[in-house]
């Protein structure tokens, strides 16, 4: 009787607009958040580690970081690059879990390796290489350790990651 009434099927079908709209809404923030993710690799020199990486590229992504993380994946990290070597500092301020900061040059070599403690408040320690790097990559801690990975080791990156590397903010989001 009542599910006959018109302005009933009326409610209902903006109700079902209105829930579709929502749904879609909630599904684009998903993926406008999602951070683009590249395999690299780490020659040790016996073996090539395989690691899934979240790229790291634009200010606020560097500025986050892996803050707040309750855990990391065993083959995962954070791979930063910027334009330009330096002593990029890094601190782990609101980082709940202990990372290996792997410093890596403009031609790829690994300049230095610092194991870094969580840090929930300040003050925090902060981290800076010996050597002038471009890109770091963040792993959980004593991976680095757990793989043999040292200074002086390699890492490679796909052809299209690298040419991608420096152009532009939005360059992961296409």
Do not use: H
């Amino acid at each position: 009787m009542f599910k006959n009434n018109k302005k009933f099927k009326v409610c209902m079908k903006y109700k079902r607009a209105v829930l579709i709209f929502l749904a879609v809404l909630i599904f684009s923030a998903f993926l406008v958040s999602c951070t683009k993710k590249e395999t690299i690799f780490i020659d040790n020199g016996v073996k090539k580690i395989e690691i899934m990486v979240e790229v790291a590229d634009t200010v606020g992504k560097r500025s986050e970081g892996l803050m707040f993380r309750k855990s990391l994946n065993d083959n995962a990290g954070m791979f930063f690059a910027f334009d330009n070597e330096y002593q990029y500092t890094f601190w782990m301020k609101n980082t709940l879990i202990p990372l290996d900061i792997v410093f890596i040059s403009k031609n790829f070599e690994i300049v230095d390796i610092i194991y870094a403690e969580p840090c929930e408040r300040e003050p925090c320690k902060s981290y800076t290489p010996k050597k002038y790097a471009q890109y770091v990559l963040e792993v959980n801690g004593n991976f680095t350790t757990k793989n043999n990975i040292k200074v002086g080791d390699k890492a490679i990156l796909d052809e299209k990651f690298i040419e991608n590397l420096g152009k532009g903010e939005n360059k992961w989001e296409k």
